[in-house]
């Protein structure tokens, strides 16, 4: 009985603690849909926007290694023009959520900071790899 006891005290514990680690999962287009209840046509414009920030970051990758400020600035600049064509192409009421959905955002890249800045990643490298999660 004991050793149940502790097998199962010693697997909830680490079951915690995996979940205390694992990396926040960024908005992916099936969220964001389903959070601002889009209608087929704004589906189609998400595909669209999702499409013109993957390309801006793929263009900007090039400059990862030999520039990583100006990769990191073009990384920003794409999630800025997200932002601000998503928030467009919504309507009142949903534009009523939207900081709503960036605040949550905003606790996730904070999660995903601290658990990098606990593994030893270096400043830059946190700034870049939430730039180019969300």
């Known amino acids: 009985m004991k050793k149940l006891l502790i097998t199962l005290t010693v697997s909830c514990f680490a079951t915690l603690m995996f979940a205390q680690n694992a990396a926040p999962q960024a908005p ?9 209840q889009f209608d087929n046509d704004q589906q189609v414009q998400l595909n669209s926007i999702l499409d013109k920030k993957a390309q801006a970051q793929n263009e900007a990758k090039s400059l990862k290694d030999s520039d990583p400020e100006t990769y990191l600035n ?61």
């Open 28 to 36: 992916t287009k099936a969220s964001i849909s389903d959070y601002f």
């Open 74 to 134: 073009k990384l920003n600049i794409a999630s800025e023009m997200y932002y601000m064509e998503l928030r467009n192409m919504m309507t009142d009421e949903q534009k009523k959520m939207f900081p709503d959905w960036v605040k949550e955002n905003g606790k996730r890249k904070s999660v995903l900071e601290k658990q990098l800045r606990s593994e030893g990643v270096s400043d830059l490298e946190i700034r870049i790899q939430v730039a180019e999660k969300y």
